[in-house]
């Protein structure tokens, strides 16, 4: 929508300069430092007005403002938050200008800025959404309701309350119970009613739980104690012995593998007592002797792994019937042509 501004057809550096002239209040002392400093961010502002940049025009205004009161400042502000689409905060600016009491000597500037204020503002108010929120199921207990996961006032709910054009998502929170969320496109001028229905057995808001006094092993009775940590390491032996002989088994059978298949080998190439093998055999030597070498690796794999297994069930099964045992800590280790054990107890 096209409006005709009273700085229309006037120069930036003029506008700025009028709304910035010798008038302020007395209680408000203004320095000429600080009356400069406003001129330039007012004249700033201006500029950014011009080039569409309405976030930094309301910066540049409200720093004016925090300087030098003066009414087209604020005007400023709510023509910049209409064009952002933030009708709540541009209403809120609009209607500050437009109730401002000006004493008689006010400049003509700032009564021109006040009446354009109040024709703007009647122009946004229909424009401006609102929503009511009613909660239902609540009974007496305390409701506390939630838009886009923040806490609403309690005295904003039930109100027609004025909201931005956007997306809004409400749920209603009580002791032992909640609403489903619901969810709202707000659109310009609509007028909306958000109703939530609280759901026993639910839950309450989202809080954090406190932290539950927990028993240390000493606070514990010292049977439970005993009971829980012998009964857990005699199965876990078992457990180790099971797995140490199943290592063995399978050591045993890759080391009888590995043997059978050197020899097999060393058949074929042991010819009138001197070890030579056929030219038209080397392949088949060659495969035997290297499933020979893998059979030998897992062979040593699995007596490593039965060792540790039937070390550590013995182990386990000796301190299971040690009531006096705190911790025990036990650590398999593979070295070259190595491997073992070794724990604390």
Request: proline share 6%; with cysteine.
């Amino acid at each position: 929508m096209n409006r005709k501004h009273w700085f229309d057809g006037l120069p930036r550096s003029i506008v700025c300069a009028l709304a910035l002239m010798s008038y302020a209040a007395p209680a408000l002392a203004v320095t000429d430092e600080e009356r400069a400093g406003a001129r330039a961010a007012a004249d700033a502002g201006a500029t950014a007005m011009e080039q569409q940049r309405w976030a930094d025009a309301i910066t540049y205004f409200q720093k004016a403002e925090s300087l030098v009161h003066a009414p087209p400042h604020v005007l400023n502000i709510a023509r910049a938050h209409e064009k952002l689409g933030q009708l709540v905060e541009a209403r809120e600016a609009y209607m500050k200008v437009a109730r401002e009491e000006l004493p008689a000597n006010a400049p003509k500037v700032f009564r021109q800025a006040q009446t354009e204020a109040r024709a703007e503002l009647d122009a946004i108010e229909p424009r401006v959404p609102r929503v009511s929120v009613v909660v239902q199921g609540s009974g007496d207990l305390p409701v506390k309701v939630h838009m886009n996961g923040t806490v609403v006032p309690d005295g904003l709910v039930g109100v027609p309350r004025p909201l931005n054009p956007g997306s809004y998502e409400f749920q209603a929170f009580a002791d032992g119970a909640q609403s489903t969320p619901s969810t709202l496109m707000l659109r310009e001028g609509a007028k909306e009613t958000v109703v939530l229905t609280l759901q026993a057995g639910t839950g309450g808001p989202p809080v954090v739980a406190p932290v539950a006094a927990t028993q240390t092993p000493t606070d514990q009775p010292e049977a439970a104690q005993e009971g829980g940590g012998t009964s857990g390491m005699r199965i876990a032996s078992y457990v180790s012995f099971g797995v140490g002989v199943v290592g063995l088994g399978v050591g045993t059978a890759f080391a009888l593998s590995s043997s059978s298949k050197r020899s097999e080998a060393d058949d074929i190439c042991n010819l009138e007592g001197e070890f030579s093998c056929p030219v038209d055999r080397r392949d088949e030597v060659q495969q035997l002797d290297d499933d020979a070498d893998s059979a030998k690796t897992m062979s040593i794999v699995g007596f490593v792994v039965g060792g540790v297994g039937i070390a550590t069930g013995v182990t386990l099964f000796v301190l299971s019937g040690n009531k006096e045992t705190k911790s025990a800590s036990i650590t398999p280790w593979v070295g070259l042509n190595m491997a073992g054990v070794r724990g604390r107890f």
